[in-house]
C-alpha cells in the first residue's frame, strides 16, 4: 500500500522558534498533500492543501502566515510552524492522494506531535 | 451542509464480543465517498475502507464489516469476535464529489476499548 512518512515524528520547541515538519511520500507521487491538527482527544481538522508547484490552500481561520507549507516535489511537502506559541502544541498529520491510482484515498502519515514550551 | 456524526464517543466491551461502530452523514452531494480509519495509540491513521455512493453493497474483510445504507445515511462499522489490538479511535469521514474528493470531513471517532 501507499506509505508516507513524516519528519520529525516528535519535537519539543521554546516559544518563538520555528518548526519545520516534512511529509513524504515514500513508493507513491502526490501532486496534493493535505495538512491536519489534532488536539487531544479531538478529531483531525484540515489546516490546508498542498499542491505541488503551487500555492497552498488554507482553510478558514488558518493563519498562512503562520502556518508555511511547500510542496517543493512530487514526494514532498514541508509545514513550517513559524514563532510558535503553547497554543499550537499539537498532533500534526499530513497525507498523500496517490496520482497514479485512485485519487479518492488519502493515506496518512504517523504524525508529529509538538510541544511548545 | 457536510457532516459526519459519531454519536458514541467511547464504546468498551470484552474480549470476543462483536462491537457496531455507528456513522451518520449528512451531504447535499449525490456522488461522494465514505471511510474508515483506524488510529491506534501510536496516532497512525490506518485506511480501513473506502465506499462510494453508488455501492450500496456491504462488504466484509475479515472480523471487519460495513453496513452502507443510503436511506439512513449511514455506514456503520462491525468488529466480530473483537481482539484487544482491536482498542483504537476509529473514524468515519466523508469526501463528497463537490470538494474535489479532496476535502475530507471526519467524524469526532469513537474510542473502542477492548478487554482481556
Known amino acids: 500500500g501507499a506509505v508516507v512518512s513524516q519528519h520529525p515524528s516528535r519535537v519539543i520547541c521554546k516559544s518563538g522558534t520555528s518548526v519545520k515538519i516534512e511529509c513524504r511520500s515514500l513508493?507513491?507521487?502526490?501532486?496534493?498533500m493535505f495538512w491536519y491538527r489534532q488536539f487531544p482527544k479531538q478529531s483531525l481538522m484540515l489546516m490546508a492543501t498542498?499542491?505541488?508547484?503551487?500555492?497552498?490552500?488554507?482553510e478558514q481561520g488558518v493563519e498562512k502566515d503562520k502556518f508555511l507549507i511547500n510542496h517543493a516535489s512530487l514526494t514532498l511537502s514541508t509545514l513550517t510552524v513559524t514563532s510558535a506559541h503553547p497554543e499550537d502544541s499539537s498532533f500534526y498529520i499530513c497525507s498523500a492522494n496517490d496520482l497514479a491510482g485512485v485519487m479518492e484515498t488519502q493515506y496518512f502519515g504517523p504524525g508529529t506531535r509538538l510541544l511548545v514550551l | 451542509a457536510q457532516k459526519v456524526t459519531q454519536a458514541q464517543t467511547e464504546i468498551s466491551v470484552v474480549e470476543k464480543e462483536d462491537v457496531t461502530l455507528d456513522c451518520v452523514y449528512e451531504?447535499?452531494?449525490?456522488?461522494?465517498?465514505l471511510f474508515w480509519y483506524k488510529q491506534p495509540p501510536s496516532g497512525e491513521l490506518v485506511f480501513l475502507i473506502r465506499r462510494n455512493s453508488f455501492d450500496e453493497q456491504n462488504e466484509i474483510s475479515g472480523r471487519y464489516s460495513w453496513n452502507f445504507q443510503k436511506s439512513t445515511s449511514s455506514f456503520n462499522f462491525t468488529i466480530t469476535a473483537s481482539q484487544v489490538v482491536d482498542s483504537a479511535v476509529y473514524f468515519c469521514?466523508?469526501?463528497?464529489?463537490?470538494?474535489?474528493?479532496?476535502?475530507?470531513?471526519f467524524g469526532a471517532g469513537t474510542r473502542l476499548a477492548v478487554h482481556p
Open positions: 451531504t447535499r452531494d449525490t456522488t461522494y465517498y
Open positions: 498542498s499542491n505541488e508547484g503551487s500555492k497552498a490552500t488554507y
Open positions: 469521514a466523508l469526501s463528497p464529489f463537490s470538494g474535489g474528493y479532496n476535502k475530507l470531513i
Open positions: 513508493d507513491f507521487q502526490a501532486t496534493t
